[in-house]
């Protein structure tokens, strides 16, 4: 009673929340399960756990055996949230079932019945057991016979007190229903003592039987059935509960006993066991339908029906906050069925279904709530500003929250509404406007009324002009490569924002990503798009769709892309022959553009990379966008090539084919004849022929070689050779009767296994010829510095018989080198004289002479011999002084005084140039002084060297000289406008005012 108070004052509270959640019933999310507890076990506390949400939070309670536990009265019993904690246990005092309740404000909810029992086992009886006989070859079976329990329990046999487990295999078999041990086929070592062990794991306890002695007899033929002659049969079902075992049990040997007993021995001879799966007799409830939680007004009817099914058939009970429902003058209950008419406040509160069967109860928990208040929109107000366009419908929603439902009428302004041809009062309330003008702006309001109230409110009703697509896009025919605008324009209501959205052929473009050839242009109400740099892939069609919060609008248009055709397929040779294949393909895409012309192209390993076949060397020589085959001639013999097509059309050339397969041409004699046919020269009787050697592209097949034919001038008879190397481009032929430098006419040809191939043209090629028989006279020798000299001698007049002449050898040497050559020089022609360098300084050198020609080198003249020069001064000239006075240079230095070794000083050398990469220009003179003019506008550079017979010394340092100009700022010295630069010797006159050097 004083939950309902509660609820009754709560009421409107609750109903506020309803729709937001805040408010909700106890739901377990943990309830108690059974336990077994070890009944020796010295553990001091048993635990129960339950636990629920709910808003607000439950509070717990417990009933055991049906009957509410006093938490005050019994220490043992303790309550910490929702968990309950048992200490000390007994027996006696705690067994039985416990139910855990959890209640708030909206009511009660039951857990389920948990079991709480204590598990043990007793000691076996002491009593010796029997002894079992059994003939060797039958089948035994030995009994355990466990002690009373409570708990499950599993079994295993040892056997002669081995500690090791009997173990299970094709004879043995323990069954963990019995405990009972059977053995197939027994043998002699099968003879001796048997124990049964007994594990209880819930009780923490194994318990050991007394031994049973097993004996071989020989006078029966019969099986034994030890113990008290019990066959057993066990069904275990294959449901996930665990149900009672079926047994067939039998005391006398009947015929059912016998059939039984002969089933068994079959059993035991096949090695098998016999095992019979079970069927499910019994099952616990399990929900078909539950019930739900349910919202319903004051004075509405309530229905609910839970469904279970179960073995035997549950029956069902009804709660209402945990407390039993039973039926009244508003509550009817007819089995699964719960009915309660015209709901008042006070039916609110948390339900449960309970399906029961002799094995189990489950429960299917649900909230009833009931809602009773006068209309109120502050959750779910009329829409503040409703938008319609011209034309258009709208719908004005009227759903206030009333408990029972609110009657709604409407007014526009101050005129109630009626329903028309136009206007549509509907069922839940909203109001329907159908073509609307701009007359019916303005502001609508929704009166509510129930029995236990009236409210109103009101919104505004806004229409606007329509959009319309006044420049759609249209179809367009382009070529690949080309840039586009499709155009989309609108005319919208100024105050509507209008988005322009792109698509092409059904998927939204991207802008962003595809800003290579997308892009918007135009204001607020243009929405054209440009294609640029348009492809092949931007076929297709494309949708403007206009957004607006109002509507959506849009218009089509296809875009045709011709670009040229696609690479032909599938190119394939048909036939190859040694001149001609025959090729066939299949036309690729014609991207929209019509295939006009195939060409062929070919590709050799000696090819640069592909080749179009020239017009004339296909048949047909015109290959048309239908021609899908074409025999290609003029191929070369014995080479590899592979084939491609392209295809052609009025846009343009497309992408190649894939090649054919790579195939070479077949063999056939070869028709290309060498070129530069030359030769000469050789040792004597000797005759060298030379030619250009043929491409491997055009030997035409195997076996390659050339074929060389020869004979003397003025001769009719040819000699013919065969050169079977294939890069062979030189033959010598020797005979000991070739005259040296004999005329000869050649022809040089080419074969291969499939025959031969045509001649060159003819070439004269002269025989090979003797070395000189003559050596040079008249051979002289000068020394012209420290590191040259000149080797003179006299032409040799020659002819056929002293060896043709075509050029001279000059060889030289030292005494140093005991005669052995150190250089050695040639001059092709009449040329007599040889200058020679890079020699050692005052050394004397020998030098001699001899003729040569293509056979080689003739004799060698006298030697003669000459002193080189001494070695140049190594001083440079010192001392330099300058004077520069009315754009005049005096120079002054020291006479260089040279060592015993080098050459006497015999003059001086004055280089100078305007800068390092100008030309340079040389005064020389005998003097130490010289005088130059200077130019007007430039600094020059500077040295000078000594001149000896030796050849030049060394440089002084560069000295610059600085422009007129700049010295004539300082007022130094007066320059001539006119000065140029020109040198002039001083030889009689001397420049004695010396200043400083200036580096």
């Avoid at 009994?143 to 173990?167: I, K």
């Avoid at 027994?186 to 819930?202: A, H």
């Avoid at 409110?457 to 329509?466: A, F």
């Avoid at 030796?950 to 340092?957: L, Y």
């Amino acid at each position: 009673m004083r939950l309902l108070w509660k609820l009754i004052i709560l009421l409107p509270l609750i109903n506020s929340c309803a729709g937001e959640g805040r408010w909700s019933r106890p739901t377990f999310t943990q309830e108690p399960q059974d336990v077994i507890f070890p009944l020796d076990l010295s553990r001091s506390e048993i635990i129960l756990n339950c636990a629920a949400h709910g808003s607000p939070s439950p509070h717990y309670r417990w009933k055991q055996n049906g009957t509410d536990i006093d938490f005050t009265r019994n220490y043992r019993y303790k309550l910490n949230g929702g968990r309950l904690a048992i200490s000390s246990p007994h027996t006696d005092q705690d067994i039985g079932t416990y139910q855990c309740l959890a209640t708030n404000l909206l009511g009660t909810i039951l857990s389920r019945r948990a079991k709480l029992q204590f598990a043990y086992i007793e000691d076996f009886e002491t009593k010796t057991r029997s002894t079992v006989s059994v003939r060797e070859g039958q089948g035994v079976v030995l009994l355990c016979g466990p002690p009373p329990h409570f708990g499950d329990l599993s079994y295993a046999w040892t056997f002669n007190d081995n500690p090791l487990y009997v173990q299970e295999g094709n004879r043995r078999f323990v069954s963990q229903e019995t405990g009972n041990l059977y053995i197939a086929k027994v043998e002699p070592s099968d003879v001796g003592n048997y124990t049964c062990f007994v594990t209880n794991k819930e009780a923490q306890r194994s318990v050991q039987g007394p031994p049973t002695p097993l004996v071989q007899r020989t006078d029966v033929q019969s099986l034994i059935l030890v113990g008290e002659g019990w066959m057993e049969a066990h069904c275990q079902g294959k449901s996930s509960t665990a149900n009672p075992k079926l047994s067939l049990k039998s005391r006398t040997f009947n015929k059912r006993m016998k059939a039984s007993m002969s089933a068994l021995q079959a059993t035991f001879e096949e090695e098998t066991l016999l095992r019979v799966n079970s069927f499910s007799m019994t099952a616990p409830p399990e929900w078909e339908q539950k019930i739900q939680n349910t919202y319903l007004s004051i004075y509405d009817n309530l229905y609910w029906e839970c469904k279970a099914s179960g073995k035997p058939k549950p029956w069902y009970t009804w709660l209402k906050n945990g407390e039993r429902l039973n039926s009244e003058e508003r509550i009817q209950i007819e089995n699964g069925t719960l009915t309660i008419m015209m709901l008042n406040v006070s039916d609110s509160g948390v339900y449960q279904c309970a399906a029961e069967n002799k094995y189990q109860i489950i429960y299917a928990n649900a909230e009833l709530r009931v809602l009773a208040s006068a209309p109120d929109f502050s959750k779910s107000p009329i829409k503040k500003n409703s938008i319609v366009q011209v034309s258009g419908d709208i719908v004005i929603e009227c759903k206030p929250n009333a408990f029972p439902r609110a009657a709604i009428s409407w007014k526009r302004g101050t005129e109630s509404l009626r329903q028309s041809k136009r206007v549509f009062l509907l069922e839940d309330g909203s109001l329907k406007i159908h073509n609307v003008t701009r007359s019916d702006a303005g502001p609508y309001t929704c009166i509510a009324t129930n029995q236990l109230g009236i409210a109103k409110n009101t919104g505004s009703l806004i229409v606007k002009e329509r959009t319309i697509i006044t420049v759609p896009p249209s179809k367009m025919d382009v070529t690949v490569g080309e840039s586009i605008v499709l155009p989309c324009q609108v005319s919208h209501d100024p105050t509507i924002e209008v988005v322009f959205v792109w698509s092409f052929n059904g998927d939204i473009i991207d802008l962003q990503k595809r800003a290579a050839h997308f892009e918007r242009i135009g204001g607020e109400s243009v929405g054209d798009l440009m294609i640029r740099n348009i492809q092949l892939s931007h076929s297709g069609k494309y949708l403007c769709t206009v957004q607006t919060t109002l509507e959506h609008l849009s218009a089509a248009a296809d875009i045709i892309v011709r670009g040229p055709p696609g690479p032909p397929e599938d190119v394939r040779v048909e036939h190859i022959s040694s001149t001609t294949s025959q090729i066939s393909w299949r036309p690729g895409p014609d991207n929209n553009s019509p295939i006009q012309i195939f060409t062929v192209q070919t590709r050799t390993p000696f090819s640069v990379g592909w080749q179009a076949v020239a017009t004339g060397d296909t048949v047909p020589e015109i290959l048309s966008g239908q021609t899908y085959n074409a025999t290609v001639v003029g191929l070369s013999s014995w080479v590899e090539y592979e084939f491609r097509v392209l295809a052609g059309n009025s846009i343009g050339i497309g992408e190649p084919s894939k090649p054919s397969e790579l195939l070479r041409t077949k063999a056939s004699a070869p028709v290309v004849a060498p070129v530069n046919i030359n030769g000469g020269g050789g040792g004597p009787y000797e005759l060298v022929v030379t030619w250009e050697s043929i491409p491997e592209e055009l030997q035409n097949g195997e076996g390659f070689g050339y074929i060389v034919m020869f004979r003397p001038v003025g001769s009719t008879t040819w000699t013919k050779e065969r050169v079977a190397l294939v890069d062979s481009s030189r033959f010598v032929y020797r005979n000991d009767s070739i005259a040296p430098l004999s005329p000869f006419e050649v022809k040089v040809g080419v074969y291969n296994n499939e025959g031969e191939g045509p001649l060159s043209t003819m070439s004269i090629v002269y025989s090979g010829e003797d070395e000189p028989q003559l050596a040079p006279r008249g051979t002289s020798v000068q020394s012209f510095s420290a590191s040259e000299m000149e080797v003179s001698w006299n032409a040799i007049a020659w002819n056929r018989n002293t060896g043709r002449v075509l050029g001279y050898e000059v060889l030289y040497w030292t005494d140093d080198s005991k005669g052995s050559t150190i250089g050695k020089i040639r001059v092709s022609g009449n040329v007599t004289t040889k200058n020679i360098t890079g020699l050692k300084a005052n050394t004397i050198y020998f030098a001699s002479v001899r003729a040569y020609n293509t056979a080689g080198t003739g004799p060698t003249s006298l030697p003669v011999n000459v002193t080189t020069k001494k070695s140049p001064p190594s001083q440079p000239p010192a001392n330099i002084a300058w004077k520069l006075s009315n754009s005049k240079l005096c120079l002054n230095w020291e006479h260089v005084k040279t060592m015993e070794n080098e050459s006497e000083v015999l003059g001086y050398k004055i280089l100078y140039r305007q800068n390092r990469q100008s030309k340079t220009h040389i005064l020389e003179t005998n003097n130490t002084s010289a005088e130059l003019l200077v130019p007007f506008e430039e600094d020059y550079l500077i040295e000078i060297r000594t001149v000896s017979d030796g050849g030049d010394g060394s440089s002084s340092e560069e000295i610059r000289i600085p422009k007129m100009s700049s010295l004539s700022s300082r007022g130094n010295h007066v320059i001539e406008p006119n000065a140029h630069f020109l040198p002039v010797v001083v030889v009689t006159f001397y420049c004695f005012a010396i200043e400083p050097l200036i580096r």
